[in-house]
């Protein structure tokens, strides 16, 4: 159990807050709601579009921003906007240019449209039924670009898509934020729409100093709020490498390592 006084745990959601299945368990919930009764504001950021999450204000009770796109996006829990953060569209051209140069599927998010060009490509079918909605497949993405939110590259070939990181960043360094939200997505947002962004953000918005913030992730893109908190917790479905930038690890997304984490790390001194 940390020491430190924590008055708000930011969450990312697939991978940590949800099992694999998507399922958010009610070991969860409960690990939640006792954050509420002792004090502790909770908050969710995630990759994907604010629509994907409303699923999960009722339950948690979510009375705090939600940060859709990695932080392209801040909305209300009845998902109104609060402020959003578009790619510059010819940074949006550069690339979209690079994830097909390097063979990945391309999906863009403009609006509150998710586009794609191929309703059938990997991974389509499966984010479908995370987000709970539909996305529209087009012959290209034209005037999309001119106000996307997020581009999304998208293989099964893990390297490849490691390979694309690199390259997007290395091209687009300080005009564009590109970081793996899973081994097989790789996330192109506004320079500011990123994880370390939303934890300061918030910190800003709520009055609560970093210092006080406690975040939980699995991703390499987790590790830029581990550095903006005061406390930081990996998933055991980690890898090593986000592992040890945190400051425990807990049980992995299937084994409530979400819930195991709050009891752990965060309840035992509030309660």
């Not at 009764?37 to 009722?58: D, N």
């Not at 979209?96 to 991974?123: F, Q, T």
């Not at 497949?137 to 490691?162: C, H, N, T, Y």
């Not at 991703?219 to 917790?233: A, E, Y």
Request: aromatic letters at 6%; glycine letters at 6%; hydrophobic letters at 40%.
């Amino acid at each position: 159990m940390t020491s430190r006084k924590i008055s708000l745990l930011l969450a990312d959601v697939d991978g940590t807050l949800v099992t694999s299945e998507k399922i958010l368990t009610e070991r969860a919930c409960k690990a939640v709601h006792r954050l509420h009764r002792a004090g502790i504001r909770f908050a969710i950021t995630s990759g994907r579009p604010p629509r994907g999450m409303a699923m999960l204000v009722e339950p948690l009770a979510l009375d705090t921003p939600i940060a859709g796109f990695n932080g392209g996006v801040f909305v209300h829990p009845d998902l109104s906007v609060i402020e959003e953060r578009d790619l510059a569209p010819d940074v949006a051209k550069q690339a979209m240019d690079i994830i097909l140069k390097h063979g990945l599927n391309a999906w863009v998010y403009s609006g509150s449209e998710w586009l794609v060009r191929d309703a059938n490509a990997p991974h389509v079918e499966r984010e479908s039924c995370t987000v709970q909605f539909q996305p529209k497949a087009v012959p290209d993405f034209g005037s999309a670009l001119q106000k996307a939110v997020k581009i999304v590259g998208v293989s099964d070939d893990f390297e490849r898509v490691k390979a694309c990181e690199a390259d997007t960043h290395s091209a687009l360094n300080e005009h564009a934020s590109a970081t793996r939200s899973q081994p097989y997505y790789l996330d192109v947002t506004h320079p500011d729409a990123n994880k370390g962004f939303v934890a300061g953000y918030l910190s800003r918005l709520l009055g609560i100093p970093k210092e006080e913030i406690a975040t939980i992730g699995d991703q390499p893109n987790d590790v830029l709020m581990f550095k903006r908190s005061g406390f930081s917790i990996a998933m055991g479905n980690a890898s090593e490498e986000v592992k040890r930038q945190a400051s425990a690890v807990t049980d992995s997304n299937d084994d409530e390592g979400f819930a195991k984490a709050v009891e752990r790390f965060l309840l035992e001194k509030a309660d």
